[in-house]
């Protein structure tokens, strides 16, 4: 006779624990890789200029968005309302305006060459686009609502970005596209300062414009100039980072205070010591 028959199996305590320690460790083990994975996209879009230092890639797109990257876009139905164009935005396929159409940003992949020279725009192109970009879509006063411009322009000025980096771009053109590109950033954070944080993240809007200006000031500081607007963007710099340097010297003063009010405390116990034995040993004598 099989006494196991119809028997059930009930773990143990120590084996529930195990089993859930084990899946918070494959939890931390899956968040672990996925900052990686975001880390390793940064750091291979900063080292997309840094691999090729003998030779610039030649660059040959003389339009704000590559003739393919059109077609696709256009035939995957993912180009953009604001680059469709006019009368077509109700069609099953709107048609795509290439007068309005902008490169999109894409992250770098694995094997893709992003060297090719019909997808990089030069630096004049790139100028003209930001300039695009600045003046007739943020600039807009029928383009609504704000927080849509704002993340359109934010992701064409990526994919400029990236063109830069690639081309490893200098000198007043460089300067040129940054400086719009700063106060493009400066201009969304007063302007979106009372979003939702679901609709508009702050913190990445500060990370992106704290890169731009750390680059223009490298710009003024390693090129010939002259730059008119250098003293501006220096001063921009300073009064947006204003808050940091004011909690640093507040910070600095709040132990330099503390340690004053210690160091007074600690005397003025002295001394009403010193008083007090003084009087007691008068007293007793």
Not at 43 to 70: D, F, H
Not at 96 to 107: H, I, N, Q
Not at 253 to 274: A, G, N, P
């Amino acid at each position: 006779m099989n006494h196991w028959r119809g028997a059930r199996f009930i773990p143990s305590q120590n084996s529930s624990a195990s089993g859930g320690r084990r899946r918070r460790r494959k939890k931390e083990r899956c968040q672990s890789e996925s900052k990686t994975q975001e880390k390793e996209v940064e750091e291979k879009e900063e080292g997309l200029g840094k691999e090729r230092k003998e030779t610039v890639p030649i660059v040959s797109c003389q339009t704000m968005c590559p003739a393919q990257e059109l077609w696709d876009r256009e035939s995957q139905n993912r180009l953009h309302r604001f680059e469709m164009v006019p009368g077509t935005e109700k069609f099953r396929k709107p048609r795509g305006d290439p007068l309005r159409t902008v490169k999109e940003y894409s992250r770098p992949a694995a094997g893709k060459d992003v060297t090719k020279p019909s997808d990089l725009r030069p630096p004049d192109v790139l100028l003209k686009t930001v300039c695009y970009l600045i003046d007739e879509i943020a600039g807009s006063p029928s383009l609504h609502p704000w927080t849509e411009v704002y993340s359109f322009v934010f992701d064409r000025l990526r994919s400029v970005k990236q063109d830069m980096i690639i081309q490893r771009l200098s000198g007043k053109d460089c300067v040129a596209i940054l400086e719009r590109t700063v106060r493009f950033h400066i201009y969304a954070s007063y302007r979106l300062c009372g979003e939702p944080l679901r609709i508009y993240d702050p913190r990445i809007n500060d990370t992106h414009l704290q890169e731009y200006l750390s680059w223009l000031f490298d710009c003024y500081k390693s090129g010939s100039g002259p730059y008119p607007n250098q003293v501006e963007f220096q001063t921009l710099g300073l009064l947006y980072n204003l808050g940091q340097l004011m909690s640093s010297v507040a910070a600095a003063f709040h132990r330099c205070f503390s340690t004053c009010i210690f160091v007074l405390f600690k005397l003025y116990l002295t001394r009403w010591l010193e008083i007090n034995i003084a009087f007691l040993r008068v007293g007793k004598y």
